[in-house]
């Protein structure tokens, strides 16, 4: 047997390339994975775009670029953060490998092994990995409607071992679907300010928003530029444009920066050109709005069905968000259930989800159960839920 470094030997087999393998079956509806609809990306725009570049451009395409990113992305890009009110000039950003690559970035940046992270429960599987690969101590702290418990995040903090880090999902949570409200942030300010913990404010669903009157609630903490917390804001390409550009980004302060380039460089030199040339095209042309504009839509009429399926063959006994946003509704079933016998039960008769479980720091409360309506139409949602709520009522009774 070969001999593993201690911080991969940590490292458990992927549940989400298991659960991508059933995704993938082609008889099987699947609410599991959180990816865009392939019919929705914008193709035959890229195409026109990548048709009316000059040679230049396209030569620069197949190029290396330097390690933060194209300057020419990085300037566009500025353009968009900032109509978010995100203070792009007193910080430094930085493209990445997706936003993935930035959470690890700045796990690797942050954490020496059994250093304690805090997380939210349920937290995104991603960040979890990332923060595992340094070997961290996770510990969850429980959300509910309205965002991270603030009692319990309370508790963490005046603990003597005092946590190095946290991480939250305050805008479409993966996978609880919940929206932060403006007071659960400004709670959470206050709690942070002089206990210099940093605070990764991962805003990967943002843009994915069902209505206007939650702008206000969905401006980033990084956009209130609190005083006394190190705020690191990681954005992502993947789902207004495609997750297969792989292309991220962290908006840091420059004393984080400075290192963050520096593992970004050794991890792989720069993020890919190509796509980096193209999301900067699809930018400047000012589509980006217009599509995100057109799959909100599309991703609110998937989320309404879903929404009624639910309402009509769900049994009363089960808690679930109505999303306002992103890509994901979060069941609560009774404690003593268990999400991967559902799921077994669910695949039997045609349909899968993501059991609970996989997103517990802890690997271990199960009694819940994330479904993505992003990928399925209307009519596939119709079809799929009843076969989920078959599979919970024969389990729970
Ligand atoms: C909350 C959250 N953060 C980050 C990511 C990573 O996305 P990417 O690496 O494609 O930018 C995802 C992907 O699903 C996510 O759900």
């Known amino acids: 047997m070969p001999r593993f470094s201690k911080a991969v030997a940590s490292l458990r087999s992927s549940e989400i390339r298991d659960l991508m393998t059933l995704a993938s079956r082609p008889d099987i509806i699947s ?14 725009e890229i195409e026109e775009l990548y048709r009316s570049l000059d040679i230049k451009q396209k030569q620069a395409a197949f190029q290396y670029g330097p390690t933060p990113g194209l300057p020419s992305l990085l300037e566009s890009l500025a353009g968009f953060l900032e109509k978010k009110g995100l203070p792009v000039k007193e910080n430094r950003l930085l493209i990445t490998t997706g936003s993935q690559q930035a959470l690890n970035v700045l796990a690797k940046a942050f954490i020496d092994p059994a250093e304690p992270v805090l997380v939210e429960n349920p937290c995104f599987i991603g960040a979890l990995s990332a923060f595992r690969s340094y070997e961290a101590e996770l510990r969850g702290v429980p959300v509910d409607r309205d965002g991270i418990s603030i009692d319990a995040l309370c508790r963490e903090i005046e603990r003597k071992d005092r946590a190095k880090l946290l991480y939250i999902t305050p805008y479409f949570h993966n996978p609880a679907g919940l929206l932060y409200t403006i007071e659960r942030k400004q709670q959470l300010i206050a709690l942070l300010q002089g206990t210099n913990i940093p605070l990764i404010e991962d805003d990967a669903y943002a843009d994915l928003y069902f209505f206007e009157e939650d702008l206000e609630r969905l401006r980033p903490i990084k956009a209130m530029n609190p005083d006394g917390i190190n705020v690191c804001y990681t954005g992502s390409f993947s789902k207004i444009l495609g997750p297969g550009l792989r292309l991220g980004w962290m908006l ?43 799959v909100r839509q599309e991703y609110k009429k998937r989320a309404t069905a879903m929404v009624s399926a639910l309402r009509e063959h769900l049994p009363d006994y089960v808690q679930w968000n109505e999303p306002r946003g992103g890509f994901y509704i979060w069941l609560t079933l009774p404690d003593e259930a268990d999400a991967t016998q559902i799921m077994t039960l669910a695949i039997e008769g045609g349909a899968v989800f993501v059991a609970g479980k996989t997103f517990d720091p802890a690997g271990k409360q199960n009694n819940s159960l994330r479904l993505s309506y992003c990928n399925n139409t209307p009519e596939q949602i119709g079809e799929g839920i009843p076969i989920v709520a078959g599979a919970i009522r024969n389990i729970c009774g």
């Open 252 to 294: 840091v302060p420059e004393k984080i920066y400075g290192k963050c380039e520096l593992i970004k460089q050794s991890a792989d030199a720069c993020s890919p050109s190509f796509t980096q040339v193209l999301a900067d095209a699809f930018i400047r042309s000012g589509q980006i709005y217009s599509y995100v504009a057109s």
């Open 31 to 44: 609410f599991a994975g959180g990816m865009p609809g392939n019919e929705l990306f914008p193709v035959h």
